[in-house]
């Protein structure tokens, strides 16, 4: 099981404490994978020896889809194991413009494939606006690439989580794990309240029972906004999910 924290949660912290500093901490906190957004202008070999002193791994990586390529070296070095598109505008996309990014995923989809490593996409709320499905209309268009759902947007976006994941089903690869903190309607302006992982709305514990059940398990924590102490906060969603994960498992 891959329960871990994408390293974008704690930006802030890392630009103020130092990436050494951040990790080490993560470690205590009970983090024991991480997901990268970026690689903070160090070499693959630099930040393997910094994560490798803590004792932390690279499950996945968020790398836009036309920056793959030229990441390569780092995904080969870290041992990743799943690469996750974290955005792509599609929501607003021509016709010709959606078409030209197929070809880059199909192309860098090839490249993963041929290493043996998972392919994902990463929604937002646009994704699923006005009652559509775009990351279902991209699993279709690419065979093979899979959803890191993002409980958190998928409820903002008005979907239930756990219907999205039935959906999904052998497509699903992962979830991330961002949870709202208030009830919410309509298209968000600014940001948005987040709780500690299973206290909020994004119904945490059914979404990792549902998703356990098509044999997913990686369950990665996000936060944008920190409603109490970072270290309080990480430490209390990772103790949370990892006990849903647990409670799935043994069901």
Known sequence: ???????????HQIEELGLDEVLRTLRELG???????????????????KLDKYGLTVHSAHIRAEKIEEQLEYIDTLGVKK???PIAPIYRYSEEEYAELLVVIR???????ERGITFGYHNHYQEYQNGGDLVWRLMEDVPGICSQLDIFW????????????????????????????????GE????????VAGEGYSRTPESIAAATKYGVDTFILEVES???????????????IKKFANDAKKA
């Open 1 to 11: 099981m891959n329960i871990g924290i994408q390293l974008y949660s704690v930006k």
């Open 188 to 195: 968000p302006r600014g940001g948005l309240l987040h709780a």
């Open 31 to 49: 983090v024991d994978t991480v997901e990268t957004a970026g690689f903070y202008d160090l070499s693959p070999e630099e930040i393997k020896a």
């Open 154 to 185: 998928a409820t903002v976006a008005g979907r239930d989580p756990v219907d999205l994941i039935n959906k999904y089903g052998n497509k699903l690869c992962a979830l991330h794990i961002k949870e709202l903190g208030e009830k919410f309607e």
């Open 83 to 85: 690469v996750i598109i």
């Open 107 to 113: 192309r860098v989809q090839k490249l993963l494939c």
């Open 226 to 240: 920190y409603p109490i102490d970072f270290k309080e906060y990480i430490r209390r969603s990772i103790e949370n």
